[in-house]
Each structure stands twice: as structure tokens, then as C-alpha cells.
């Protein structure tokens, strides 16, 4: 197996975690992929994967000679995609995992214009916020928000996510509207969205510029849907805190005030998502460029405009 060839099963080894699953996707033999990284290890005269029972993880010399060598491989590949598809429209599935209340207000309204220009490009849409194998699941991309966990991911910020504190008409009438974030401690319910996978409520979080102020919502209602976050605060039900995007509606038509006004919650980085070997396909580039625009000449108080390249590993 010659040099380029090793590498390229190495960087599938490390973003596996597994040599039986490196070589179900590649369509080799188990012997096959060790003896590629074997090659490696003794031609660079390192250990570059540790192995256990479970999984397998680079070692510090891993990790960075499979950056180098996903960039590598990228420009080849690149190169060679340039000129054998430059003629070519993008077409083929393309897999995207989206959260639901992203997908339904900020992508959807847009989709028609992305059809237009790229209409042999099948879309597949996972709609969820939970955590995928990307390579597993064969996932091109993934629009989340915070930045991902996984060294392995590459993330590209393409804006910023603000949020508004939030309460129905029918709620304020009841409880009156707090003067300062300690007053909703007391004769106040403040609803929880919860992060199912984690089994975490998140906090509320609020900051005037100088001062910060957390705490835990005190109501006895949670919900790992933001929709239905948002259904329970228009009917009454709690104070929400949610993005920008999702109040706008009811704030526009009344469902909804804002409270505390001069308190903001600190603004949530909104990132596009791969594997490292994933944004060589033009169908992913087009579409995370399209999905730059389509954030970027929005509504200014959802997004800043921002799409600049972050470091590869997070």
C-alpha cells in the first residue's frame, strides 16, 4: 500500500475510533487497515493510535500527523475535483442535520432559492439537535449551535445566534413584569428547556454589560422541544428565554413581550459542522455557502454577519 493510501485509511481509523469500522467503510479486509497504519507507525517510527477493547484514539503524534494528512489529502483531492468537475453542476444527496425550529423559520423560508440554483442536489434533512455519528449515519454537515465537542469536527461559524427574555400578555396581566433579574425569584416561574441527552435544564443567563445573573429555572415545567418551549410561554405558562428568531413572531403580533429589557443573554456562536474529509465535496461547499448568505442577509438581530474560518479542531 503506497504512502497516500495509508493515510488515507489512518485519517478514516482516527475519525471511526475503530479499525473494524474503518474497514466496513472503505470495503477492506481488518488486516488490511492495520497493516496501513503499521506501515505508518514504522515508516514514521511513532506510535500514532492507542488501542483499547473499545475504541481506538490518535496519540498526541496521531492527532497531528492526521491534521496534516486530512489537508494533505484535501488539496489532492481538491485539485483533482477542480478539474474533473469544474464543468458540472453539483448534484447527489446531500445528508444535513438541523434543528427542528432552525429548519422550520430560518432554512425552509430560504429553500426555494437554493433549489433553484443547485436542482440536482437531493437534500435530506435530519431534523433534531441530537448528537450523530457523522460518518456512521453518512452526514455531510450539521447546523448547531455552540461549538462541537468532538476534536475531530471541523466547525465554520456563520453567525450568531441572540436571544430574547420573554413573557405572554396573558402571564405579565397575572404576575406583573419583573424590574430587575432578582425578581424572578420571587412570585415568578421561569420555564426550563431541557437538554435531553445531557438530562440538564439549562440556565437562564443575563448580563446588563457589567454585571452577570444566572439561576435555575424555578418552575416545575421543562422541555427538550424549543417549539414547544415556545408554545408554553405564549399560553402563559412561564418566562422563556429563546433565540431571537423563534420570539419574533409573537413579539410582532403580540403574543409576546420582552422583560428585563436592558438585560441581555450572552450570544450563542451558530456553526456548520463536518468531518474533515467532507467539505472536499462541492455539494457540501455550495451548500454551506448558500447557508452563509442565507444567515448573513437575514434579520440583523438574529445573526451578525460574520463566516469567518475557525481553527480545525475545537
Given at each position: 500500500m503506497d504512502q497516500l493510501a495509508a493515510m488515507r485509511v489512518f485519517a478514516r481509523v482516527v475519525e471511526t475510533t475503530s479499525?473494524?469500522?474503518?474497514?466496513?467503510?472503505?470495503?477492506?479486509?481488518?488486516?488490511?487497515?492495520?497493516?496501513?497504519?503499521?506501515?505508518?507507525?514504522?515508516?514514521?517510527?511513532?506510535?500514532?493510535?492507542?488501542?483499547?477493547?473499545?475504541?481506538v484514539l490518535p496519540t498526541a503524534d496521531g492527532l497531528a500527523y492526521y491534521e496534516r494528512s486530512v489537508r494533505v489529502l484535501a488539496e489532492l483531492d481538491d485539485m483533482?475535483?477542480?478539474?474533473?468537475?469544474?464543468?458540472?453542476?453539483?448534484?447527489?444527496?446531500?445528508?444535513?442535520?438541523?434543528?427542528?425550529?432552525?429548519?422550520?423559520?430560518?432554512?425552509?423560508?430560504?429553500?426555494?432559492?437554493?433549489?433553484?440554483?443547485y436542482p440536482d442536489i437531493q437534500l435530506d434533512f435530519g431534523?433534531?439537535?441530537?448528537?450523530?455519528?457523522?460518518?456512521?449515519?453518512?452526514?455531510?454537515?450539521?447546523?448547531?449551535?455552540?461549538?462541537?465537542?468532538?476534536?475531530?469536527?471541523?466547525?465554520?461559524?456563520?453567525?450568531?445566534?441572540?436571544?430574547?427574555t420573554v413573557a405572554s400578555q396573558d402571564?405579565?396581566?397575572?404576575?406583573?413584569?419583573?424590574?430587575?433579574?432578582e425578581d424572578l425569584h420571587e412570585g415568578h416561574s421561569v420555564l426550563g428547556y431541557l437538554r435531553a441527552?445531557?438530562?440538564?435544564?439549562?440556565?437562564?443567563?443575563?448580563?446588563?454589560?457589567?454585571?452577570?445573573?444566572?439561576?435555575?429555572?424555578?418552575?416545575?415545567?421543562?422541555?427538550?422541544?424549543?417549539r414547544s418551549y415556545l408554545?408554553?410561554?405564549?399560553?402563559?405558562?412561564?418566562?422563556?428565554?429563546?433565540p431571537e428568531f423563534l420570539a419574533a413572531a409573537g413579539l410582532q403580533q403580540g403574543r409576546l413581550q420582552r422583560i428585563l429589557g436592558d438585560w441581555t443573554h450572552p450570544k450563542l456562536p451558530l456553526y456548520v459542522v463536518y468531518l474533515p474529509n467532507r467539505h472536499l465535496s462541492r455539494k457540501v461547499r455550495v451548500f454551506v455557502d448558500w447557508l452563509i448568505r442565507t444567515c448573513a442577509t437575514g434579520n440583523d438581530t438574529i445573526f451578525d454577519r460574520r463566516g469567518k474560518q475557525l481553527p480545525s479542531v475545537l
Open positions: 479499525f473494524t469500522r474503518a474497514a466496513e467503510s472503505l470495503s477492506m479486509g481488518q488486516a488490511t487497515v492495520t497493516k496501513a497504519v503499521q506501515h505508518l507507525e514504522a515508516r514514521l517510527q511513532t506510535k500514532l493510535l492507542n488501542r483499547n477493547t473499545r475504541r483533482e475535483a477542480e478539474i474533473s468537475s469544474s464543468r458540472r453542476t453539483p448534484s447527489g444527496r446531500l445528508r444535513v442535520e438541523i434543528a427542528g425550529a432552525m429548519c422550520d423559520l430560518v432554512v425552509i423560508p430560504a429553500l426555494k432559492e437554493f433549489r433553484a440554483l431534523v433534531s439537535d441530537r448528537s450523530v455519528d457523522y460518518l456512521a449515519e453518512n452526514v455531510d454537515c450539521a447546523l448547531r449551535a455552540g461549538p462541537p465537542l468532538s476534536e475531530i469536527l471541523i466547525a465554520r461559524q456563520i453567525g450568531t445566534l441572540q436571544f430574547a402571564y405579565i396581566a397575572l404576575h406583573g413584569t419583573p424590574a430587575v433579574p441527552q445531557a438530562g440538564q435544564v439549562l440556565p437562564l443567563k443575563l448580563s446588563d454589560g457589567e454585571r452577570e445573573f444566572e439561576m435555575t429555572p424555578n418552575s416545575k415545567l421543562s422541555f427538550s422541544d424549543i408554545a408554553a410561554t405564549e399560553r402563559g405558562l412561564g418566562i422563556g428565554q429563546m
